[in-house]
Structures are given as structure tokens and as C-alpha cells.
């Protein structure tokens, strides 16, 4: 159902570039503002989200967590392995979600207002909150209260917790307006007609958020009572069925790094050290689900902070690819996350024995969504609970399965939690640049690396906490703040 929806808004809107999708701003051939629907244009706010969140900030967040290292040679992401950001870089991802995801959802929002369509309030409203949780996330502080006003060019940028409370409050009031049975628009994500599944989005949505909060705010009851509803996603919530083979529709992230629509394609991402060594020495099954074998059918993991550029041995086939296809999921919030995150409350507030329980089901749901079986043998011999050490088995494991399906997140999450920690061993010990001598023996698993070439406005020891505010958001506006240093968390990691 979902792909006949896709050829058919297609038709109406037509695509435009690589990293347009779906964006009838830029089309002169689109509806004019007063004629515009919302069945009309949620599917093309949902496109840019799925762009940016799909495409750039998985990308980076690959880099951030040490899921993924630089390939032999090329260039184009070495500075993410370094744990850099400029303010140049995400700056088109910013403007891609406020401009053409975050205006598109309000106008949505506004008509389904003035028409009592609550079904479509909440979905918009939902995909809003969810972006607007991505960007504090990413960078902190953002606009959000003087956000979206045309005739405002400088408005005020808001601090995180501020943000994440207005959010919570706009969940709130859509769930109130909406049941079940109440009607959507035209949408991607389900595909359906009517708001359950949006419902269940939403409150796994709350969940993430409420527990992030919790870091810095007493939020216990909030969450009892969200759990207390039993009614999160029985499955991941992800763009998946819509995608083809072809120019402008296929998953963001196969077209930017996998895709030959545009002629040959550099080859950027391999799998990194930490990431694949830490499976490798529990035996993980989802190895090969998350990465394909090397030219001799082994698994190997490069290094941050390098691309191998002089190495004579360790050349692009050395190490290995994630796997990807065209139709590539676009995955927003997972089984598996809510799972981990259900884990950490009862390991905080309620019993050890609920917190396993959940832990071992986050486990088993990742397994699930790769197609593997044998999470009893990480959960019992490699990894087992321990309820003393919440932080860090939930950590480690998070991290690892995330690294195979939203790596953003596992970087939030990294950053709250704290795990993996740095080990002793150092990007420099691993890989010897001089002499083109590679240890990978000296990795300790679980753990992550200073990178050999490393930020040093971050330091030794620490991975990035936030983006530089983004040239865009910035360049003229005149209540912009000064950064306040990639090395400060944003407020829930405080």
C-alpha cells in the first residue's frame, strides 16, 4: 500500500535532487500555499526528514559511535573519524528540517486544527517532536520558540530543556485529541488511515525523551504512567516499503554512499575496529548481517582518525562494508531501543528482575530485526545482566545494536550513558601510521579509542558532545549565541 502511495504522490509532486526528496518547496510545478493540502505535502515532510536523518546524521553518528572508520584513500568523512564537526557541514541539514520539514508540518498542523482532523494533528505533531528532539540533540540549543515566524530573521535560540519540555507538552496535547479510529492524511510511515500506529510512535517517542530528561529532572512518574499503557510499537518504526531502485527514491543513505545513479561513487565507509572487534569476540551472529566479509572473506575493522592513505597492505578490500540495499530501512525509533530504555527505568526505580527481563528482550528484538538467531548466548555467556552495572551492559549492548540500525541514537545515547568508555589503547597503538604496522590484537573489546588524528578542541579521551551551531542557523542572525565548545554535553549529559 505504501509504495502505490509513493508513485502516486510522486506524480503529483515529481522529485528533484539526491537530497531533495519529495520537496515541493523547490518545485515550481507544485500547488500553490493556498491550495496546498496536508494529505499533499506530509509525505514530502516526511521525505526530508527521512533524508537527513537517514542520509548525514547517520552518517556521522557512525563516525561518532566508532561503528564505522574511514576507507583507504578517500577523504570525505576523515574529519568525522577525528570527531570534528564544522559549522559548515550539518549546515544544509539544518535547513533542510526546519525549512523543509519543520515549516510543512506546522502548516499541516494548522489545518488539521481549523478542520478537527486529529489523526493527521497527531501525526504531524509527532514527526515534529521528533525532529525537534534530533536537532537538541545534536546541537543543544536551537530555535524553537521564535521558530517558523517568516517575518522573524533572528529569533532567539532556546535551551534544550526548555525545548524538551515544550515538545512534551505538544505530545501531550495531541495524544489527548486523538483515539485510534481517528482519521490521517496521506503518509509514508504507516501507510494507513487512521492514528493507532501513530499513537504507539508517539509514546515510544515520550518514552525516549522522558528518559533522556530524566537525567537532569525527576521524571519518574511521567514514565510510570506512560508505561503504565502498555502501548508502545510492537514493531520498528521505520521508512522501509517505499523505496525503489532508482534516482531520487531510493534509501538516502544507499544513494549517497552505495548508489552509481550519478556515475562511479567513492567508497567511504568501512566498519570500525571497536565496533567489529567487539562482535567478533563474543561471537555475534549479527555480523554478517550488519557487514559484509572482506576480499578474503574475513571481518575487519579500520581505524578512527586515519584513511590508510600511505599504507601499502591495508587498501580499500582490506576491511569491510556495511551491508545496504536500495530499500535499506529508515529507522526512527526501534523494538529494540524502547526495550533498552524500559531496562534502564526498572534498573533505576522498579526491581532487577523487570529490568533483565527487558535488557534480555532488547537483545532478543535485535536479533529479530537482523534475521539472526542466538541472543541467549549473549545475554547468558558474553554479556549477562547486572543490575549493579546497569549503565554499562545496557550501554554496550545498545551501542552494538543500534550500530546496525540508528546509529544517530546510539551516539545519544553513548553520550548519556556513558558507555563504551575509553580504554587505555589508543588509535596510535592500534594502527602504527609510520611504519604501516597494524595491531588490532592490542583493541580491548567493548571500549572505544582516541582517534590517531584526533579534535583537539575535544582532547584526548572523549567523543564529540555537540555540533558547532550550523552556519545557516547563525550567519544572520543577530541573537545567536557563541558556541560553547564541542567538549560541553548537551543538557542531559550534564
Known amino acids: 500500500m505504501k509504495k502505490i502511495i509513493f508513485l502516486f504522490v510522486i506524480l503529483i509532486l515529481g522529485m528533484t535532487s539526491c537530497n531533495e526528496y519529495l520537496d515541493i518547496n523547490q518545485d515550481p510545478n507544485s500547488p500553490t500555499e493556498n491550495n496546498v493540502t496536508a494529505g499533499m505535502i506530509f509525505p514530502g515532510a516526511e521525505m526530508n526528514v527521512a533524508a537527513s536523518y537517514g542520509n548525514f546524521l547517520r552518517i556521522v553518528g557512525g563516525y ?38 519543520l515549516k510543512n508540518l506546522e502548516t499541516i498542523r494548522e489545518q488539521s486544527t481549523e478542520s478537527e482532523e486529529w489523526g493527521t494533528f497527531l501525526a504531524a505533531t509527532t514527526l515534529r517532536v521528533f525532529t525537534y528532539q534530533v536537532l537538541v ?44 479510529s481517528s482519521v490521517v492524511g496521506t503518509n509514508f510511515l504507516f501507510g494507513t488511515s487512521t492514528a493507532a500506529e501513530w499513537i504507539q510512535f508517539a509514546n515510544a517517542l515520550k518514552l525516549r525523551i522522558l528518559m533522556r530528561i530524566s537525567n537532569v529532572q525527576n521524571v519518574q512518574s511521567d514514565i510510570a504512567a506512560l508505561i503504565e499503557k502498555d502501548n508502545f510499537p510492537t514493531e520498528d518504526i521505520s521508512w522501509d516499503d517505499i523505496w525503489t531502485d532508482e534516482t531520487g527514491k531510493a ?18 565507509v568501512v566498519a570500525n575496529i571497536a565496533y567489529m572487534q567487539t562482535m567478533l569476540d563474543s561471537n555475534d551472529p549479527r555480523v554478517p548481517a550488519f557487514f559484509e566479509t572482506n576480499e578474503s572473506g574475513d571481518y575487519k575493522g579500520g581505524v578512527s582518525g586515519t584513511n590508510f592513505s600511505t599504507s601499502a597492505q591495508y587498501k580499500s578490500p ?65 554479556y549477562p545482566y547486572d543490575n549493579a552495572n546497569y549503565a554499562k ?102
Open 64 to 101: 561518532y559511535s566508532q561503528h564505522y572508520s574511514q576507507n583507504f584513500g578517500t577523504s570525505n568523512y576523515v574529519d568525522y573519524s577525528r570527531f570534528i564537526m564544522s559549522a559548515t557541514r550539518s549546515s544544509s541539514t539544518y535547513t533542510q528540517l526546519y525549512q523543509r520539514a
Open 393 to 494: 551492559v545496557i550501554g554496550i549492548q545498545k551501542w552494538i545494536a543500534l550500530g546496525g540500525t540508528n546509529n544517530f541514537e546510539a551516539w545519544c545515547e553513548m553520550r548519556r550513558l556513558g558507555y563504551p568508555e575509553f580504554g587505555d589503547v589508543t588509535g596510535a597503538d592500534i594502527y602504527d601510521r609510520a611504519n604501516d604496522v597494524f595491531s588490532p590484537e592490542l583493541y580491548v573489546a567493548g571500549t572505544l579509542y582516541t582517534p590517531i588524528d584526533y579534535n583537539t578542541d575535544l582532547g584526548t579521551g572523549k567523543v564529540l558532545q555537540r555540533f558547532p551551531y550550523a552556519e545557516s542557523s547563525t550567519s544572520r542572525n543577530s541573537n545567536a549565541p557563541s558556541n560553547k565548545g564541542v567538549a560541553t554535553p548537551v543538557f542531559w549529559a550534564e
Open 318 to 382: 582490506y576491511f569491510c562494508r556495511p551491508v545496504f540495499a536500495y530499500d535499506m530501512p529508515v529507522s526512527l525509533i526501534t523494538v529494540t531501543e524502547t526495550e533498552f530504555f524500559l531496562a534502564e527505568y526498572y534498573a533505576r526505580y522498579g526491581s532487577a528482575t523487570d529490568a533483565e527481563a527487558h535488557y534480555k528482550a532488547a537483545i532478543e528484538a535485535s536479533f529479530s530485526a537482523a534475521g539472526v538467531s542466538g541472543a541467549e548466548d549473549i545475554y547468558t555467556s558474553y
Open 137 to 180: 540533540d545534536a546541537y543543544g540549543e536551537v530555535p524553537y520558540t521564535e521558530a517558523l515566524d517568516p517575518t522573524n530573521l533572528s529569533p532567539a535560540f532556546d535551551d534544550g530543556l526548555t525545548i524538551y519540555q515544550g515538545i512534551l507538552g505538544e505530545l501531550d496535547d495531541a495524544l489527548s485529541r486523538a483515539t485510534t
Open 251 to 268: 534509501s538516502p543513505y544507499y544513494q549517497e554512499e552505495y548508489a552509481t545513479y550519478f556515475g562511479s561513487n567513492q567508497v567511504n
